[in-house]
């Protein structure tokens, strides 16, 4: 019984866990507006140009005169790929009744694709300045998702499958304008995710490590299988500083809980009801200048406590991630035309969350997002907004085993990237 569930517990880590990919570091989305995907969200804890700056840092809410109402969605194409790579294939020989060799087959994974998807992420905010010191907002968006499938006839299905994670924040919160120069403000989310993970494997893999034919049989049928979604609370906080009229900076802190999520957990003969899924930290700092009256810079710096996310617990099985504390840093500029049009262009560098422990259905890389979009002003009280990123991943090639201790299965010389496209649209306007 003690082999048996070693067995199990072998095979089934090293598949279910090594599952992770998106078009930011780690799974984390940067998609609450089409005017911060416009210039690579630079600045966007402090430039309040519309309501959704309330998802970034709620102290902004305090910059608002109006009443102000934005309403939008990001589209995200994202393109994953596998370059290079070898998968090693354990061919066992037998007797009908034990193993007499392992021999290995090599099969080409070069030129893999079509791993990424496409998503469709709305956004909605409202501003409310309840007086002169006081403003009230709510918020709902995604920080968090991710969307990765492998083929059904990929030959390295036990480092492959479906990933599957999404969440979505509602959030309400509060600013306190406390002088001309300094504004506070905290909020809390209600967040919502939902998770579902597959994994198939061979039984010929099973059995390179010590697995009798009839046991590996049973692991082939028990495959991964999770479908779970949960809640939980989180809070923000934020501050403000206002030099003046056109020189702010803003700096905002996001607690992130740990979700439980339930429903069906399966892993090979294990099962369990929930599984808990910890969310990273975040902190951002911004700053906004404008130096004409028609030009503008802005910049940012996020923290993003990846680290947090150590360990996954999934039917009694542990699996260490081992990311590491990441974060992007931004740049970009506004280039105010006319009453009629605003344009807006950034980059950002935005720096993996994986560190020495990679896996081909893990393409987190650095990333360079080179963002453009604009403003289009309806009238005095209404704009319209576009935002377009194309993101680019960098190359990363590694070698993955299914057991250090076990030369097969296994990958080798596995060079994968990720690259995207993202578009935003937007209706904004004040009353």
Not at 172 to 180: A, D, F
Not at 315 to 323: N, P, S, T
Not at 339 to 367: C, H, Q
Request: aromatic share 12%.
């Amino acid at each position: 019984m003690f082999k048996k569930r070693l067995l199990y517990t072998a095979v089934i880590s090293a598949i279910i866990f090594p599952s992770v990919s998106t078009q930011a570091a780690g799974f984390q989305l940067n998609s609450q507006s089409a005017t911060g995907l416009g210039r690579a969200f630079a600045g966007d804890a402090v430039i309040a140009d519309n309501a959704s700056v309330a998802a970034r840092n709620p102290a902004a809410m305090a910059l608002f005169k109006e009443n102000s109402l934005s309403l939008g969605f990001n589209v995200i194409s994202t393109d994953v790929s596998i370059k290079e790579g070898t998968y090693n294939q354990p061919r066992v020989l037998t007797n009908g009744s034990e193993i007499l060799a392992i021999e290995t087959n090599q099969f080409d994974i070069s030129g893999t694709d079509d791993i990424g998807g496409s998503s469709f992420v709305p956004n909605l905010h409202v501003i409310v300045p309840l007086n002169e010191q006081w403003a009230w907002g709510i918020s709902a968006y995604s920080n968090f998702g991710t969307e990765t499938e492998f083929e059904d006839d990929f030959p390295a299905s036990i480092f492959g499958g479906k990933t599957s994670v999404k969440s979505m924040n509602l959030g309400t919160s509060l600013s306190y304008r406390l002088n001309q120069n300094l504004s506070f403000g905290a909020g809390i989310d209600l967040i919502y995710g939902v998770g579902n993970l597959k994994r198939d494997f061979d039984s010929e893999a099973c059995m390179t490590i010590g697995g009798k034919p009839a046991l590996c049989r049973d692991i082939q049928m028990n495959v991964i299988d999770v479908d779970a979604s949960g809640f939980a609370l989180g809070w923000n906080t934020g501050i403000v500083y206002e030099v003046n009229e056109n020189h702010r900076f803003g700096l905002s802190y996001r607690y992130s809980p740990t979700v439980e999520a339930k429903g069906d957990v399966k892993a090979g003969t294990n099962e369990a009801d929930s599984m808990d899924l910890p969310l990273p930290d975040m902190a951002e700092f911004s700053g906004y200048h404008r130096l004409t009256n028609q030009f503008a810079v802005h910049y940012s710096l996020q923290w993003v406590e990846w680290s947090a996310f150590d360990t996954l617990h999934i039917a009694g099985l542990d699996k260490e991630y081992q990311w590491k504390d990441a974060g992007h840093i931004s740049v970009g500029g506004t280039y105010y035309l006319n009453n009629d049009w605003t344009l807006r262009a950034g980059y950002m560098y935005d720096i993996s969350a994986t560190d020495e422990l990679k896996s081909i259905s893990i393409p987190d890389s650095n990333r360079h997002w080179f963002s453009t979009g604009f403003t289009y002003h309806l009238n005095k009280k209404e704009n319209i907004d576009f935002g377009f990123t194309y993101l680019m991943g960098e190359s990363v090639t590694f070698d993955e085993q299914l057991n250090e201790s076990l030369p097969v299965p296994s990958i080798t010389g596995a060079t994968t990237r990720a690259d995207a496209i993202l578009v935003g649209l937007q209706y904004s306007r004040t009353f």
